[in-house]
């Protein structure tokens, strides 16, 4: 590509020096974009019919919210030299309106306007009957005193009963067609100003003038950033069974409020931070700088900050989609994996006796994804949403697959915390602890099993006897046995350990026995 230009905004007198030739308007349309995390870049691509000599190209309809010195125009025919590139504002021309929905509104508002004034015209000539049918009705009849017949006058009245009747119904019903348009009316009314966030009258136009030496077709192609841009990943896991692996779909939430559509284009998303700087890069730089435009504020989209990856990663859209100008999030599919991965189940039975599916996925970074919400799936139900975070030192990714009822367990404690309980010189404080776990798939699963048992001081004059661990592993400092076996389909286990807790009968004072903890729960009050 030649004739790489990089955008300087000229002084007046270097442009009128230059002589501006004919003026060519044309409206590019957008090739491609990509989107970083928060900002956008837009490319361009347009063939362009020139003259000999110097003209001016005049590219229009593009976002008000350009980030400066960010244009970048050239052409792919060397012999036309690019002379000056201005970019500015145009608060002047209206900018067509590029959502056809928009559109479809305003015209269901002209329509219901219409119908609306209609429906006046045939009220206030109702109103006005219904007035003159009062007054008609004593001229008519002319009173009694006057010699009219009783019949003539039941005649009268029958007639002016039944047309009164007629106008009050019809009033009522244009009263009720009134009101059903005006709702109507307020809601497309309320819909143009949703759909209409960020779709800004006011539009960029990029002047390039060049000078080429004879007439012919010349393609440009031009790009710039916008900070009114920018995207954020959406995971979908599923988990399909302890012998599949896991099904992984990779998502992205893309929303634009650049004031411009970007319609049926090829979307690139990237997690390179193209605005940081216009210095060199540094290795050791901790700057990461928001990009800055015309306007700083997001509107309605709201930010927040994650670790990736020093990496940059790009990921090519294979379909081509339409982003409106609304700042709202569109979903994109970016790519989907199949992952092997580990299965195991978490079980904590005094806390919760049901088990916690843990997957463990190795190798996870080479899949360069970054920080999102995850959408969790069991074997086709959907468990919750967490959130992922997919920077780890740690080539092993551990993950939560959410409660699973296939698998669950019940814990008995049975305390002596009774002071008489003294045997020879000391007062003895027994548990015992009984717990059962039971498989109710048709799947072998591997269980990681955790209980706790109380901690004591070294220098506490308490004697401390932990029995039958001997598959567990214990962490004295804390106090925490963990059991790692597998449960065959349908299988039942047994868990049964003891222990004590010996006091002198000097300090039995100072001891205090352990206490049953008792937790809050909410009951029908019958």
């Not at 206030?124 to 017949?149: N, Y």
Request: proline content about 3%; glycine content about 4%.
């Amino acid at each position: 590509m030649k004739n790489l230009f990089s955008l300087t905004i000229a002084s007046a007198i270097a442009f009128n020096s230059f002589g501006q030739g004919k003026e060519i308007e044309i409206n590019a349309e957008i090739k491609s974009v990509t989107i970083y995390n928060s900002s956008a870049e837009i490319n361009y691509q347009k063939e362009v019919f020139l003259p000999e000599g110097n003209s001016t190209i005049v590219f229009t309809n593009l976002s008000p919210f350009i980030v400066e010195n960010t244009v970048n125009i050239s052409t792919l025919d060397p012999s036309v030299d690019i002379i000056t590139v201005t970019e500015k504002i145009n608060y002047t021309k209206e900018r067509k309106e590029q959502n056809q929905k928009v559109g479809h509104l305003h015209d269901s508002i002209s329509n219901i306007k219409t119908e609306l004034g209609l429906l006046k015209c045939k009220v206030d000539a109702l109103k006005m009957e219904k007035d003159l049918l009062f007054r008609d009705k004593d001229e008519s009849i002319g009173g009694v005193s006057k010699g009219i017949a009783v019949a003539e006058i039941e005649k009268a009245s029958v007639f002016f009963s039944k047309r009164y009747y007629e106008i009050t119904k019809e009033l009522f019903e244009s009263s009720e067609k009134e009101k059903g348009w005006t709702e109507n009316l307020n809601k497309y009314n309320s819909q143009i100003s949703e759909l209409s966030v960020n779709t800004l009258k006011a539009s960029s136009e990029i002047q390039v003038a060049v000078n080429n030496s004879s007439k012919k077709n010349v393609t440009f192609v031009f790009k710039f950033l916008t900070a009114k841009g920018g995207w954020a990943p959406v995971y979908d896991c599923k988990y399909l069974g302890a012998d599949s692996p896991l099904k992984f779909v990779f998502r992205a939430n893309v929303f634009n409020a650049s004031g411009t559509s970007w319609e049926n284009v090829d979307i690139t998303l990237s997690t390179a931070s193209p605005t940081s700087g216009f210095n060199a890069p540094s290795l050791n730089s901790k700057n990461n700088n928001r990009p800055s435009g015309h306007a700083q504020n997001e509107g309605s989209v709201q930010f927040r900050e994650v670790q990736v990856s020093n990496a940059i990663a790009e990921y090519s859209i294979k379909h081509k989609y339409t982003i409106p100008s609304d700042s709202k999030p569109y979903l994109i599919d970016v790519s989907s994996y199949s992952i092997n991965a580990s299965f195991s189940y978490l079980l904590i039975p005094k806390l919760d006796p049901f088990g916690f599916l843990m997957a463990k996925i190795p190798d996870w970074n080479k899949y360069n994804l970054i920080p999102g919400v995850t959408n969790i799936y069991n074997k086709g139900s959907f468990m919750g949403k967490t959130f992922l975070n997919t920077y780890s030192e740690n080539d092993t990714l551990s993950l939560y697959l959410g409660k699973d009822k296939n698998i669950q367990s019940i814990i008995k404690e049975v305390s002596s915390d009774n002071q008489k309980n003294i045997i020879g010189n000391y007062y003895v404080d027994k548990t015992i602890i009984n717990i059962s776990v039971k498989n109710n798939s048709a799947e072998k699963l591997n269980v990681q099993l955790i209980d706790q048992v109380p901690v004591f001081k070294e220098d506490e004059k308490v004697k401390f006897n932990l029995q039958n661990i001997d598959l567990a592993v214990y962490n004295k400092n804390e106090g925490i046995l963990i059991w790692n076996f597998s449960l065959a389909q349908k299988e039942n286990k047994a868990i049964d350990y003891k222990y004590e807790i010996k006091a002198q009968k000097n300090d039995i004072n100072d001891y205090k026995p352990m206490k049953k903890k008792f937790r809050m729960v909410t009951c029908p009050a019958f």
